[in-house]
């Protein structure tokens, strides 16, 4: 049996990515904290949720996914190395400047709602001036 319930080849293509990185066991700090949300007593009794610390890059990654620990301890390393990949890659990067580039964009956007709402307000205005009593 090996360390986490699941197949022995996911079990081994994690390992195996773990070691591509030069991520090991020892240089990993792992605690166990109470989960919160669904769950029921499980969760209020059971320290289920992962937390993951990666001291050499100062990485830390959360996971709760599942009831099971087990299976949280590996869905927590393969979130580790995910994230791991993604800095190497300069993915994290690419990933913040695509959101500041929407974050502008929805900026934009409501800059020209604002004018918008402005002109037809105005336009109203123009309307209800027109409705006046004339004078003598």
Known sequence: ??????????????LLQMRSLGIEERDL????????GHGGQNVNKVSTCVMLLHRPTGLQVKCQ???QQ????????????????????GLSEARKAERE??????????RRAKERMLADKARH????????????
């Open 125 to 136: 205005a123009s309307k209800k001036a027109l409705r006046q009593k004339v004078s003598d």
């Open 1 to 14: 049996m090996g360390l986490f319930p699941v197949s022995a080849d996911k079990e081994e293509q994690l």
């Open 65 to 67: 996914d599942t009831r």
């Open 101 to 110: 580039r929407i974050r502008r964009q929805k900026r934009r956007r409501s």
């Open 29 to 36: 700090d792992e605690s166990f904290v109470r989960s919160g």
């Open 70 to 89: 087990g299976l949280n301890r590996f869905l927590a390393r393969k979130l580790l190395v995910k994230k791991l990949e993604d800095a190497n890659k």
